[in-house]
């Protein structure tokens, strides 16, 4: 099947974790009209393919397989996202609050990717369970938390620290458990894990290697991250008892 020229993607067998809150029957009959287009990036930037505009009744681009960067540079200074599976995108909607700091944004595709197209036909389908549109709000406001969270990991004063919560992080998120440890199952190199955490390449290149050596994370034959270790020990401050 196809809409728009493009191949349809059923969004609830793609991404099952939109349909928590549904009941089984309700969950069957969605199945059946949660269809999308489904859009696929190539690794390399990402121009956004006619996304660069608003087109009305698009919720977003549903992140359904592959992993994208999406670089802000404020002056001088580079900050990044992470996205994937699960991460929903509307990478035509612009910083406007913020029009009096000049910034600049581009993408990149870690990986090949795989989006679902959540258009206005695919909105009208799923009207009928409100489930699902709440389901996306919950997304939208699970990256406005994840990026708090990065903005947190990046106040630690040590680069190891910082480093061993990204990954853990991710791995919370993405990961592959296996004998030997935890995989974070993409291609993150030194360039791209100094603009998560807000270090240099060279840095990260020391710091990667002194946790290989103390044996709590390496890389694997495909060149991915595995925590072979705990995660860092971070305590936080004692909360007063009337807070």
Do not use: K
């Not at 191949?7 to 969605?30: F, H, M």
């Not at 190539?42 to 960067?69: K, M």
């Amino acid at each position: 099947m196809s809409r728009g020229g493009r191949p349809t993607i059923q969004v609830l067998a793609a991404d099952p974790g939109l349909g928590t809150d549904l009941t089984p029957e309700q969950l069957r009959e969605a199945r059946v009209h949660a269809v999308a287009a489904q859009h696929s990036v190539s690794h390399g930037p990402w121009e956004r393919d006619g996304f660069d505009a608003p087109q009305p009744g698009l919720a977003g681009l549903l992140v359904i397989e592959g992993v994208i960067l999406r670089d802000v540079q404020v002056g001088r200074f580079p900050a990044a996202e992470l996205l994937g599976p699960g991460d929903l995108l509307r990478p035509w909607q612009r910083d406007e609050g913020y029009a009096s700091v000049p910034a600049h944004t581009t993408w990149t595709a870690l990986s090949d990717v795989r989006f679902a197209v959540l258009d206005r036909d695919y909105m009208h389908a799923t009207a009928r369970w409100p489930e699902l549109a709440a389901s996306l709000v919950c997304r939208a406001v699970d990256r406005s938390r994840a990026t708090v969270f990065s903005f947190a990991l990046t106040n630690l004063p040590h680069l190891d620290e910082r480093l061993l919560g990204l990954l853990w992080a991710l791995a919370d998120r993405w990961g592959r458990v296996r004998r030997d440890g935890v995989v974070v199952p993409f291609r993150l190199d030194h360039d791209v894990l100094g603009r998560l955490v807000s270090a240099r390449r060279p840095s990260i290149s020391r710091t990667t290697g002194h946790l290989a050596q103390r044996g709590i994370l390496r890389r694997t034959t495909q060149r991915h991250w595995i925590l072979t270790g705990d995660p860092p020990n971070l305590p936080l401050p004692a909360l007063h008892a009337d807070q």
